[in-house]
């Protein structure tokens, strides 16, 4: 277990990294979450970030998504330092993170939420092309595989799994390169976290990297190439899950 | 292939659920018109209710921006003095000899005290519950102390048909009401300010993160508002051929009462045009056939009361517990 610290699938490591973080640092007043991280991260790879809580995995990701801005260190999206701050720039790097607490206006309807901030209307009467983008809605959901009839339902009247998946299908309509999830199956039913799993593997599949955020350990073996664990701010072991158990990640993540 | 994940809910439920304020209101509605028909002979006359559909026109074109501000989660308390305020100052300027920049200038006043208001509250970052209240004070003050209390006649014979002119067998106000309704459920249902406006309401961090500055949307429904007010305040001064600047006491409460009537969450985030325009017309109904009846004037307020809690308790009781039964 020791020995495994290099990235597990040599294959995905030989390409060329779509995120590179170099020596990130970050302190709070005396409080020091980061303490000099490097992760790169390949296109299409699914990363598993655990650790104890506050070892630093939601920082370092809200620093990745914009939201953070390092003290010290450099992040590489596809070679390019990203540039600006704010989420708004980390977009532009194609970067998304879905937050634990869904960002969705439980009052508009799922089209609505997926097309919040890029409306199509028609631009002498102001009229919201909703036709258009109610088809658009359905076409993407059903990419995704998620099936959702109608996309006229306001998204406050649904479970708590469709509305997961409604959220990462609308950071996935961005076209991100990277998709950031934080305790995406937190609070959900067992048949709803394998919905969200399986969404998971998809947007994966479309080589869009992704780095799952979750305490629930069972379901990053499911998914996750790689199991980066964090301790007290440090990257403290990579893991391979083929040759990983349960145990021996929970081991890592307690610092042993 | 992903398990396919199926949603079956019922279309009739979704819009009952999503139109329930809209349909509760109506009921109310119809069922105090069918009952002071009855009761009252002088109710259900043309010339009585052409009348209604006048005295109740600014509560109507007020809601109307009032169903905004509370659907992004906010409040207008200053409402009721801009009436004042305005309805004063049209006269005051109409002296000047120049109605059309008279009534411009009116305008206007309207929407500088809705951008100071919105100011202090989007940019500010000032409840607007607050900067409303104090509004609510100061710009009553305003009107007062312009007018020295006194009323100011208006003469011009272009003002004048504003408030008493009739079309097509209704008055000025009312037609002024219809296009003010039209024009806000257009905007409010089928353009993206609409949609933003529930939004912000609804969660306004999710919006802000999608890129959309929130703070202008907060901005701009108060301006609305203000000029709306104005324009109340307008067909008041209008109507009465004078400006007094104790127009529009208690205004405020009979259009929040009429918006939240309507099924309008003061949580914001669900809103209804046309349950505000009902809810208007529910209030106008109500003084009217109280009045016809020779039942004491006093009451009207008790029963707007007594209506807004049973409409209030029968919106939150019944409307959560069919959301409830859904889930």
């Known amino acids: 277990m020791s020995t495994s610290t290099q990235p597990a699938a040599a294959t995905i490591a030989e390409s060329p990294p779509r995120v590179e973080m170099r020596g990130i640092r970050k302190s709070y007043g005396a409080l020091d979450v980061l303490r000099g991280v490097d992760l790169t991260i390949a296109p299409g790879e699914v990363i598993g970030l655990v650790g104890d809580n506050g070892a630093g995995k939601s920082t370092l ?4 998504a914009g939201a953070e801005t390092p003290d010290r260190g450099e992040i590489l999206v596809d070679g390019e330092a990203m540039t600006g701050s704010g989420p708004r720039a980390a977009r532009a790097h194609g970067i998304e993170m879905v937050y634990q607490d869904l960002a969705l206006c439980d009052h508009l309807d799922v089209t609505a939420n997926l097309f919040l901030g890029r409306e199509k209307f028609n631009s002498l009467t102001r009229r919201l092309d909703t036709d258009r983008m109610h088809d658009e809605a359905a076409d993407e959901l059903r990419k995704l595989h998620i099936r959702i009839t109608n996309t006229r339902q306001e998204v406050g009247n649904m ?3 469709q509305r997961q998946a409604i959220a990462i299908a609308r950071a996935v309509t961005f076209d ?3 998709l950031v999830l934080d305790e995406p199956t937190a609070a959900l039913a067992a048949k709803e976290v394998e919905m969200v799993l399986q969404l998971i593997k998809d947007v994966s599949a479309r080589g869009v990297s992704v780095v799952l955020i979750t305490h629930r350990l069972q379901d990053l073996f499911e998914v996750a190439d790689r199991f980066v664990v964090l301790y007290e701010g440090t990257i403290h072991q990579e893991l391979d899950p083929a040759k990983t158990d349960l145990s021996g990640l ?3 993540m307690m610092g042993k | ?8 809910r019922g279309a009739r439920s979704e819009f009952i659920g999503r139109h329930f304020g809209v349909l509760s209101i109506s009921v109310v509605f119809a069922a105090l018109f069918i009952f002071f028909s009855a009761r009252a002979d002088a109710f259900l006359t043309a010339e009585n209710l052409v009348n209604v559909a006048r005295q109740i026109a600014p509560t109507v074109v007020v809601a109307m921006g009032m169903t905004y501000v509370i659907t992004t989660g906010a409040i207008d308390l200053s409402v009721g003095s801009i009436v004042g305020l305005t309805a004063s100052a049209l006269a005051i300027l109409a002296k000047t000899g120049n109605p059309v920049l008279a ?10 005290i ?3 208001n919105g100011a202090l509250t989007a940019y500010g970052r000032l409840q607007s519950f607050i900067v409303t209240l104090a509004a609510l004070t100061a710009i009553r003050g305003v009107a007062l102390l312009i007018t020295q209390g006194y009323s100011t006649p208006i003469e011009s014979s272009f003002l004048l048909p504003l408030g008493n002119g009739k079309l097509l067998g209704l008055y000025t106000p009312t037609w002024i009401a219809i296009a003010i309704v039209v024009i806000a459920w257009y905007v409010f249902t089928r353009t993206r300010f609409g949609r933003y406006v529930t939004a912000v309401g609804s969660n306004a961090e999710s919006l802000r993160r999608s890129g959309v500055d929130i703070r202008r949307i907060q901005m701009a429904v108060l301006i609305i508002t203000g000029v709306l007010a104005a324009g109340a305040g307008i067909i008041t001064a209008t109507r009465l051929a004078s400006g007094s600047s104790n127009s529009g006491t208690m205004f405020e409460l009979e259009v929040i009462t009429a918006v939240v009537l309507g099924g309008t969450s003061l949580m914001g985030g669900r809103g ?6 009902i809810g208007a017309l529910t209030l106008g109904i109500i003084s009217n056939g109280l009045v016809l009846l020779r039942v004491d004037v006093y009451w009207v307020p008790i029963v707007q009361g007594i209506i807004l809690i049973v409409a209030i308790f029968l919106n939150s009781k019944l409307f959560g517990r069919l959301v409830r039964s859904r889930r």
């Open chain 1, 61 to 64: 990701m809200k620093m990745l």
């Open chain 1, 159 to 161: 479970s708590g799994g």
């Open chain 1, 176 to 178: 991100p390169k990277v």
């Open chain 1, 250 to 252: 929970v081991t890592a």
């Open chain 2, 1 to 8: 292939m992903s398990k396919p994940y199926r949603l079956s």
């Open chain 2, 103 to 112: 009534l411009v200038l009116t305008l206007l006043i309207g929407a500088a």
């Open chain 2, 114 to 116: 809705g951008a100071i």
């Open chain 2, 272 to 277: 209804s045009i046309l349950g505000s325009a």
